[in-house]
């Protein structure tokens, strides 16, 4: 037997067993890739505006930039980090209390670093779910907290987030043997790719819903302070019994420009808190001190987040209005650098779109314009306002051109 063909028959079945890399279903992101590939190859003099990029388009603060490298030249931060320092946990906390006004955190046992949120999330699973568990996921959304739930047996419940419920998950809707079999309950506000954000009443009910059922509520924060028109960034351990239920993931990613960083937090219940820590330090051996103490500057100066989110706002007002001129019911969110649109039906007298992706792709290929579909409750597709563009004028040029480009056809809808 050659190597190549024993080596295929000893893939593990969560990634395909013995068919590992044969399938032929192409999927979303793929396909996005593979139609501005073959656009830009069409129309080479156009340029390609790409607002499905879920990244920040700026550089991290000068200031914590200038911190990373004044601490990455002090040889008491080269070795390991293990599971985190404790300038960075006391930073977080103030950063709670300070943004999010959350009261009685403890930063040497309720709050610990990971290398950004998608390890947390991934390595969750593994303190709380057997073969047979269940983890309540939104749909759309981030999926790696299902992901690993089914890598270690356990199955996933999807509950769809419609537009008729503010996109907020309908907690009664779930059947009481699913509720009843869960471990875990993922929820993610301001939500990726909704825009949606929660209130402290939907909150309140998640904290009756989990105690009601022994559930751990994970939220996933990252666009948590990024928002907007006078809404206050809300956490969700700061309604009442929330630390008794569970933990909130916090990501510098989004809010301070700093995605390839790779730095944020878990906040809350100490005992999860404590089962994620062991976990971890079974995965990793931390993140770079300098990166940690840089990333402490940034949280004791929220007010960055602040002038962050003031541009992505007035790109929101800008990009709302150009799609409602040309048709579309945009709604500009109140958090989160996305914006969801339901997709047209079609073009009048022309092509019919069956599907989000199917319009994402007539953008793509024929208006050089990218987004990301999202067919899960509904058709919508997800713009980003994180394009790029240097400075306010730059930002209205792209808008505009966007706005012509989509004025010589008439959507139905």
Same mark, same amino acid.
């Given at each position: 037997?050659?190597? =190549?063909?024993?080596?295929?028959?000893?893939?593990?079945?969560?990634?395909?067993?013995?068919?590992?890399?044969?399938?032929?279903?192409?999927?979303?992101?793929?396909?996005?890739?593979?139609?501005?590939?073959?656009?830009?190859?069409?129309?080479?003099?156009?340029?390609?505006?790409?607002?499905?990029?879920?990244?920040?388009?700026?550089?991290?603060?000068?200031?914590?930039?200038?911190? &990373?490298?004044?601490?990455?030249?002090?040889?008491?931060?080269?070795?390991?980090?293990?599971?985190?320092?404790?300038?960075?946990?006391?930073?977080?906390?103030?950063?709670?209390?300070?943004?999010?006004?959350?009261?009685?955190?403890?930063?040497?046992?309720?709050?610990?670093?990971?290398?950004?949120?998608?390890?947390?999330?991934?390595?969750?699973?593994?303190?709380?779910?057997?073969?047979?568990?269940?983890?309540?996921? #939104?749909?759309?959304?981030?999926?790696?907290?299902?992901?690993?739930?089914?890598?270690?047996? @356990?199955?996933?419940?999807?509950?769809?987030?419609?537009?008729?419920?503010?996109? &907020?998950?309908?907690?009664?809707?779930?059947? #009481?043997?699913?509720? =009843?079999?869960?471990?875990?309950?993922?929820?993610?506000?301001?939500?990726?790719? #909704?825009?949606?954000?929660?209130?402290?009443?939907?909150? #309140?009910?998640?904290?009756?819903?989990?105690?009601?059922?022994?559930?751990?509520?994970?939220?996933?924060?990252?666009?948590?302070?990024?928002?907007?028109?006078?809404?206050?960034?809300?956490?969700?351990?700061?309604?009442?019994?929330?630390?008794?239920?569970?933990?909130?993931?916090?990501?510098?990613?989004?809010?301070?420009?700093?995605?390839?960083?790779?730095?944020?937090?878990?906040?809350?219940?100490?005992?999860?808190?404590?089962?994620?820590?062991?976990?971890?330090?079974?995965?990793?051996?931390?993140?770079?001190?300098?990166?940690?103490?840089?990333?402490?500057? @940034?949280?004791?100066?929220?007010?960055?987040?602040?002038?962050?989110?003031?541009?992505?706002?007035?790109?929101?007002?800008? &990009?709302?209005?150009?799609?409602?001129?040309?048709?579309?019911?945009?709604?500009?969110?109140?958090?989160?650098?996305?914006?969801?649109?339901?997709?047209?039906?079609?073009?009048?007298? @022309?092509?019919?779109?069956?599907?989000?992706?199917?319009?994402?792709?007539?953008?793509? $290929?024929?208006?050089?314009?990218?987004?990301?579909?999202?067919?899960?409750? @509904?058709?919508?597709? $997800?713009?980003?306002?994180?394009?790029?563009?240097?400075?306010?004028?730059?930002?209205?040029?792209?808008?505009?051109?966007?706005?012509?480009?989509?004025?010589?056809?008439?959507?139905?809808?």
């Amino acid at each position: 037997m050659s190597e =190549e063909t024993y080596i295929q028959q000893l893939f593990a079945e969560r990634i395909g067993g013995a068919n590992y890399g044969k399938g032929t279903a192409i999927y979303k992101f793929e396909k996005i890739k593979r139609a501005k590939a073959a656009a830009k190859k069409e129309h080479p003099d156009v340029e390609l505006i790409d607002m499905g990029v879920g990244e920040p388009d700026e550089m991290a603060d000068a200031g914590i930039v200038a911190k &990373l490298a004044e601490e990455a030249a002090k040889p008491e931060n080269r070795g390991y980090a293990d599971n985190g320092i404790v300038e960075f946990k006391t930073a977080a906390a103030a950063y709670l209390k300070n943004v999010f006004n959350v009261d009685g955190i403890d930063a040497e046992t309720e709050i610990v670093h990971s290398i950004g949120s998608k390890p947390a999330l991934a390595m969750l699973p593994s303190c709380f779910i057997n073969p047979g568990d269940v983890t309540i996921m #939104t749909v759309p959304g981030y999926p790696v907290l299902g992901t690993h739930t089914k890598y270690l047996g @356990g199955e996933v419940h999807n509950v769809q987030l419609t537009k008729e419920n503010n996109f &907020l998950p309908d907690l009664d809707a779930i059947p #009481t043997e699913i509720a =009843e079999r869960a471990k875990l309950l993922y929820l993610n506000y301001p939500n990726n790719p #909704t825009g949606a954000s929660a209130t402290v009443e939907f909150f #309140t009910k998640v904290v009756a819903f989990a105690k009601k059922y022994d559930i751990v509520v994970v939220h996933d924060a990252p666009y948590a302070a990024l928002t907007y028109d006078g809404l206050k960034p809300l956490s969700f351990l700061s309604v009442p019994g929330a630390k008794e239920v569970g933990v909130e993931l916090h990501s510098l990613s989004k809010s301070y420009n700093m995605t390839g960083w790779r730095i944020g937090f878990v906040a809350g219940n100490p005992l999860v808190v404590k089962a994620f820590s062991d976990v971890k330090d079974n995965n990793d051996s931390g993140q770079f001190m300098a990166i940690q103490k840089a990333a402490a500057w @940034g949280l004791n100066n929220p007010q960055i987040t602040e002038k962050i989110a003031e541009k992505y706002s007035r790109r929101h007002n800008m &990009l709302v209005g150009a799609l409602n001129e040309v048709g579309f019911k945009a709604e500009k969110p109140k958090g989160s650098f996305f914006l969801y649109v339901e997709a047209p039906k079609g073009i009048k007298g @022309g092509q019919r779109f069956e599907s989000a992706e199917d319009f994402s792709q007539y953008l793509i $290929r024929e208006k050089l314009i990218s987004t990301v579909p999202w067919d899960d409750a @509904g058709k919508f597709v $997800r713009f980003s306002v994180t394009f790029i563009a240097q400075g306010e004028e730059q930002e209205a040029l792209v808008i505009d051109e966007i706005k012509r480009r989509l004025t010589d056809v008439e959507f139905e809808f």
